[in-house]
């Protein structure tokens, strides 16, 4: 297939329900190529003025299927096309929706639960940063108020990043220094981070709470 074939097929559709005298219409240009399934969205889009349904079909196991999924639904959310999203993936309809919510608040589009800024390490690294932050993910994934939460595992870079996000932890040798809105909370070891990060989430909700 190609995307004026597809657009073509979906014109015809549209003209059936015309027929019929039904406009509630919501088109969907679903492929498993990603290519092919941007090429169609945006062709459409240059053609009608329907709503859109975006989503890469058939996109395949969580990794690959996650970044294929993000790259076709999130160029083209970037350029504006797009009204409602799906992401099929060959996984729990749970993991589905998770990714779909990356999707939109990396774009600015979703506030909800919590954005992880984590350092991709380095030779600076002296604390087992990939399970902390795996283990944060899991503990955050519930969490409707939006915030952001740096994890950093030096102390060169780390200051500076958790500053700036809402909550953060900078770590260095076995131990780190928590911040709160830009605020140090002081040291705490690598054993207490976890524990003493989401008693500052703790806070951090009950604070947005009760503005």
């Given at each position: ?94 993991e589905e929706v998770r990714v779909g919510f990356e999707i939109l608040k990396s774009l600015g589009l979703a506030s909800k639960g ?76 690598e054993d207490e981070a976890i524990d003493k990060l989401e008693d500052m989430i703790v806070e951090f909700e009950t604070t947005k709470q009760e503005d």
């Amino acid at each position: 297939p190609t995307a004026e074939a597809m657009v073509e097929s979906a014109s015809r559709h549209i003209e059936i329900c015309k027929e019929h005298d039904f406009n509630d219409i919501i088109v969907s240009l679903k492929a498993s190529d990603v290519n092919l399934m941007m090429n169609s969205y945006e062709l459409f889009s240059e053609k009608f003025d329907y709503p859109l349904h975006l989503g890469v079909t058939e996109a395949g196991p969580t990794k690959s299927g996650s970044v294929k999924s993000s790259v076709g639904i999130g160029a083209l959310l970037a350029k504006g096309i797009g009204d409602t999203i799906r992401v099929s993936l060959t996984d729990d309809p749970v993991e589905e929706v998770r990714v779909g919510f990356e999707i939109l608040k990396s774009l600015g589009l979703a506030s909800k639960g919590v954005t992880i800024v984590a350092c991709p390490t380095c030779g600076r690294l002296e604390v087992d940063l990939f399970k902390i932050a795996g283990e944060m993910e899991e503990k955050l994934q519930n969490i409707k108020t939006p915030m952001t939460v740096a994890l950093m595992g030096c102390a060169v870079n780390g200051p500076g990043e958790a500053t700036h996000t809402d909550l953060g932890i900078a770590f260095g040798k076995g131990s780190g220094h928590l911040y709160y809105q830009g605020e140090n909370r002081g040291k705490v070891s690598e054993d207490e981070a976890i524990d003493k990060l989401e008693d500052m989430i703790v806070e951090f909700e009950t604070t947005k709470q009760e503005d």
